[in-house]
């Protein structure tokens, strides 16, 4: 999920949710899975969906994955399941060939990117972590798919800056998923948007952020989601303004939202 060290520090904020407040005061039982992020009222309703459709269906790499990743003490940052089944379908119902991916953190969402590739697609992965990327490598390998990855270590922008330098590069990319440091989304999506090519897509992760995007300035939240909350607030105005982009917002995960270029 993210990759700036501020955020890996404040995960573990975020992690002890056993229960938690709402807009009255009232408390909400957390689902216990690793990377439960979903906004069903139900938690039996969404453990349902993953014991009926997702679980079953699971890549064993994947499921190996996910099981390393519990044990990682940033284990919330993690790509949910369901999330990462919906973007292994998408890739294949796009075609998509030439992907990028910011924010890598186990590599969870990497791997069921790269699994949905064709043998010669590509995933330039970009993470300022190496070691929680080195941490799930070893699943990416056993999948037989660590071919189709090339990942940097360090901050997204100098990246994205110097393949724009490069005119070579633009409008080259089929999709790229953003799950990083929320308060850099606009800054990615200007860059992005040069580097997509007309027709691809742009995922950004996390835009319903925890449900707090419709809760009261006053209402009770944890110092990291209340930090990054008017991040989130403004990236969603900015991408419903941008006639550069067809957008879709999914409540899969933490709240998912797509942007097809058409500009």
């Not at 993690?78 to 089944?85: K, N, Y």
């Not at 300035?217 to 006639?243: G, H, Q």
């Not at 899969?252 to 942007?259: I, Q």
């Amino acid at each position: 999920m993210a990759t700036t060290a501020t955020e890996a520090a404040k995960a573990a904020d975020q992690q002890p949710a056993a229960a938690q407040a709402n807009g009255n005061g009232e408390q909400k039982t957390r689902h216990s899975e690793v990377g439960h992020k979903s906004l069903l009222k139900s938690d039996e309703l969404y453990q349902y969906i993953l014991d009926t459709s997702v679980y079953p269906r699971e890549p064993e790499s994947m499921k190996e994955l996910r099981e390393v990743t519990a044990k990682h003490p940033w284990n919330l940052m993690t790509t949910s399941a369901d999330e990462g089944q919906f973007l292994n379908m998408l890739i294949k119902l796009i075609g998509a060939k030439k992907t990028m991916e910011i924010g890598v953190y186990t590599g969870y969402s990497l791997l069921a990117t790269a699994l949905a590739l064709p043998e010669d697609g590509t995933i330039l992965a970009m993470d300022i972590n190496r070691e929680n990327y080195e941490l799930g490598l070893p699943c990416i390998e056993k999948a037989g798919v660590a071919h189709k990855i090339d990942f940097r270590e360090g901050p997204a922008l100098p990246l994205l800056d110097d393949l724009i330098a490069d005119e070579k590069n633009h409008g080259t990319y089929d999709f790229v998923f953003v799950d990083a440091d929320k308060d850099n989304y606009l800054n990615y999506h200007e860059r992005l948007l040069k580097l997509v090519k007309i027709g691809g897509l742009i995922g950004y992760d996390n835009t319903l952020w925890n449900g707090s995007v419709v809760l009261p300035d006053d209402a009770p939240m944890r110092k990291y989601i209340r930090y990054y909350r008017d991040f989130v607030l403004v990236l969603n105005k900015a991408l419903a303004a941008d006639e550069r982009v067809e957008i879709c917002q999914l409540p899969v995960g933490d709240g998912v939202t797509l942007c097809r270029r058409v500009k």
